[in-house]
């Protein structure tokens, strides 16, 4: 069973991009089931890098729901008053830092690792030197056409931008900050009606916080989908 993340951080990611300055989390440990280290960098604008990085380290409970450690990172994010936060998607490696920690092309402690893909935590046939630097996130992606359906049965429609247009120039600036970040950001297209049932099952309303859900719901399907064949 997967821990929750801590309650506080979570309701963060969930709100998706809202501009900068955006804290990226990524979460370590020796193998996929426990987050031993947690690392926080913040980007302060667009087209820069990381501008701070900060750690945590637990050898009792997994960082992801240590209410000690959630509290430090929640400062941080307050002194830097991040508008975004994006989280990784579980564990995505080794919690040492070669060239620090260890020398060689792996850790030494964390054999669980070697050779296996950092987000499915599967074997890799032939394994990489090195494993892969991105995190993969879904954004909603909206058409011209369902913009304004969206926007019409949306809960919080003050919180989203008048014109397509303006939306659409929001959307490019956040996704280039999350590849500034070493984030991918996978495109989800999202219709209006499709996203108001999906609401109505979950009994959430049509917030950001649902419309950020339905798109990480919808890629997490279609990876599984794309594992299963």
């Known amino acids: 069973m ?23 989390v990524a979460f370590y440990g020796p193998d996929a089931s426990t987050a031993t280290k947690v690392a926080v960098g913040i980007v302060p604008r667009e087209g820069a890098e990381v501008s701070l990085l900060e750690r945590w380290h637990s050898s009792e409970v997994d960082v992801r729901i240590d209410p000690a450690i959630g509290r430090q ?53 032939p394994a990489p030197k090195h494993a892969p630097d991105d995190m993969v996130v879904g954004v909603a992606w909206y058409s011209r056409d369902e913009w304004p359906r969206v926007r019409a ?44 049932a999906w609401c109505a099952a979950e009994g959430r309303p049509i917030d950001g916080d649902a419309r950020a859900g339905y798109a ?14």
Not at 2 to 24: C, D, M, N, S
Not at 110 to 118: A, E, I, S, V
């Open 73 to 125: 990172v929640e400062a941080l994010i307050k002194k830097h008053a991040v508008r975004s936060v994006v989280l990784s998607p579980g564990i995505i490696g080794c919690p040492h830092e070669e060239g620090v920690d260890y020398k060689g092309e792996y850790c030494p402690l964390c054999p669980y690792w070697q050779g296996r893909d950092r987000w499915a935590g599967t074997a890799l046939h």
């Open 216 to 229: 990480a719901e919808q890629l997490r399907r279609k990876h599984q989908g794309s594992d299963s064949r």
């Open 153 to 196: 049965i949306a809960a919080d429609p003050e919180t989203l931008e008048a014109s397509y247009d303006d939306w659409l120039k929001v959307f490019t600036e956040g996704k280039a900050a999350l590849r500034q970040a070493g984030i991918v950001a996978e495109d989800v297209p999202v219709l209006a009606g499709d996203l108001q």
């Open 2 to 24: 997967v821990p929750r993340i801590e309650p506080r951080l979570a309701k963060h990611a969930r709100r998706g991009f809202r501009g900068y300055p955006v804290a990226t």
